[in-house]
Nanobody, 120 residues
Framework: VQLQASGGGLVQPGGSLRLSCGVS????????IGWFRQAPGKEREGVSC????????DYADSVKGRFTISRDNAKKTVYLQMNSLKPEDTAVYYC??????????????WGQGTLVTVSS
């Protein structure tokens, strides 16, 4: 099982980025996928999660209304659309598989992160 996050970069406050999590070695249909982030000097926090069966989603309060998670099973990719970015969104973003098809919080496999920097 491999996951690879990409799409990070430098963006101005108020801007947008779309992150991608490409997966290989398993069928995306069977496992929920989550996005996480870790800012310098801070603990890792959950950002969002998407169920593999019905596409239901969860978001951290800090990103609700600004971030949108989605998946394309055929492309084996999960996306995180980030709008209205704030400096406090600056972090390394990671994706991970859950052990189940729903967002249970039991994370199994992790990918390498992608750095998002929000700064003017």
């Amino acid at each position: 099982v491999q996951l690879q996050a990409s799409g990070g970069g430098l963006v101005q406050p108020g801007g947008s980025l779309r992150l991608s999590c490409g997966v290989s070695g398993f069928t995306l249909d069977y496992l929920a996928i989550g996005w996480f982030r870790q800012a310098p000097g801070k603990e890792r926090e959950g950002v969002s999660c998407i169920n593999s069966r019905d596409g239901s989603t969860d978001y951290a309060d800090s990103v609700k209304g600004r971030f949108t998670i989605s998946r394309d099973n055929a492309k084996k990719t999960v996306y995180l659309q980030m709008n209205s970015l704030k400096p406090e969104d600056t972090a390394v973003y990671y994706c991970a598989t859950d052990r189940y098809y729903y967002c249970s919080g039991q994370w199994r496999d992790w990918g390498q992160g992608t750095l998002v920097t929000v700064s003017s």
